[in-house]
């Protein structure tokens, strides 16, 4: 079961990374115009190999051609009557051997053979010399498509030239412009990360400055407390227990504790400070009044009721 549960899983996870779509990669306008400048480039390549590099010598042979065209529809049409006569004479003939009987057939027929035979042949000669004018046309009509394809790819020719060398142009903007924003950012991030070590310094100078301060305020407090500390034995006359654990204190455990912890601000006042328990004072330590009662499981409200008897601020 483990087994079919696994390949199921294996299957299932086959199948999303398969028909998970691949994000296309966004090119740069520098690789975009190098793709165009490919293309143009190969599509140039094309060009030139259907395109034939001499087209004078086309221009020649077609004038050539024409030459021997003219020449030969000149003998054609000075030769069109002899050549239909020798054709009239030629089906006479076949008409006189059709009407002859056997006997004058074969005493006849020699001759009008042999001279069917030579009509035959100069026929021949001017039906040739007419399908040599129909080649020489077709000739000179492929040669005169082949100088309008020509004419056509030079003009798409200089057309793409003037494409790549405007792509190219561009291609070398376009790097510079990259080049310049590369340099920027890399300016800005400098910038940044100079702001930031300014910053964290500035930062540091006045967490150091704040730091000093409270060291003096806490020192001053400390002094004024000691001062502060002498005029808080008359508390002993009205109770000689701790306010906090409630348990007797002497003047060899006794310490003087601020209410409110000097660290968060406490001023050493008569009012904000008191006698208690060594014990207490160094359970204390910077905790406020409430965390202090929770954390040793007094009652905070009867540890208040004790200070507010005494006269403390609470």
């Known amino acids: 079961m483990m087994v079919r549960r696994y390949q199921k899983r294996y299957r299932s996870n086959l199948y999303k990374k398969s028909t998970r779509s691949k994000k296309p990669k966004l090119l740069s306008v520098p690789e975009q115009i190098h793709q165009e400048i490919t293309a143009v480039k190969s599509e140039l390549r094309e060009l030139r190999k ?45 008409e006189e051997l059709k009407r002859k009987n056997f006997i004058s057939r074969t005493l006849f027929s020699e001759e009008l053979n042999k001279e069917k035979e030579k009509l ?20 000179i009509s492929e040669l005169e498509q082949a100088k309008r394809e020509w004419a056509l790819h030079s003009q798409k020719i200089e ?18 412009f990259a080049k310049q924003q590369a340099a920027l950012k890399k300016q800005k991030k400098l910038e940044r990360e100079k702001e930031k070590e300014r910053l964290e310094l500035e930062k540091k100078k006045r967490e150091e400055l704040k730091a000093a301060k409270a060291a003096a305020y806490d020192e001053k407090q400390r002094e004024q407390a000691s001062s502060v500390r002498k005029t808080l034995f008359s ?51 910077n905790h406020t009044l409430r965390s202090f009662c929770s954390r040793c499981g007094f009652d905070f409200e009867t540890v208040v009721a004790r200070l507010m008897s005494l006269g403390k601020d609470v």
């Open 50 to 94: 259907k395109t034939f590099s001499a087209p004078e010598t086309v221009s020649n042979k077609v004038q050539s051609l024409n030459v021997s065209k003219k020449q030969d529809e000149a003998w054609i049409e000075k030769n069109k009557n002899l050549y239909l006569k020798k054709k009239a004479r030629i089906e006479e003939i076949n």
């Open 120 to 139: 035959t042949i100069q026929t021949c000669s001017y039906e040739e010399r007419l399908k040599q004018v129909g080649e020489v046309i077709l000739n």
């Open 159 to 176: 057309k793409l030239k003037v494409n790549l060398k405007n792509l190219e142009e561009a291609h070398v903007h376009q790097l510079a």
């Open 235 to 285: 508390q002993l006359k009205k109770s000689k227990f701790c306010p906090y654990c409630y348990q007797l204190i002497n003047k060899e455990n006794v310490h003087a504790d601020h209410i409110h912890p000097v660290s968060k601000g406490g001023l050493s006042t008569k009012t904000n400070m008191v006698l208690v328990c060594s014990t207490c004072n160094l359970a204390k330590r």
